[in-house]
């Protein structure tokens, strides 16, 4: 299933990213956590947590979720 998380902004990193998400507790962890874990950013694997991601793109963690970047209303 996926999960839509909404953004105030046009970009945001992967790390903040995944603490909107709630994937991770705090911004700390995200280093921590692409290292331990698959990342698919439109079905490419990536680990940078300063990568951008915009309205419409699609993060994939296997046994986490699927996440679609959404712009809030």
Do not use: C
């Amino acid at each position: 299933m996926e999960n839509y998380v909404q953004i105030e902004t046009e970009v945001i990193t992967l790390g903040q990213f995944l603490k909107l998400a709630e994937v991770i507790q705090s911004g700390g962890m995200a280093k921590w956590f692409l290292s331990e874990y698959e990342v698919y950013i439109n079905g490419e694997q990536d680990q940078r947590r300063g990568r951008k991601l915009t309205v419409g793109d699609k993060v994939e963690i296997p046994e986490v979720g699927v996440f679609i970047v959404s712009k809030e209303n």
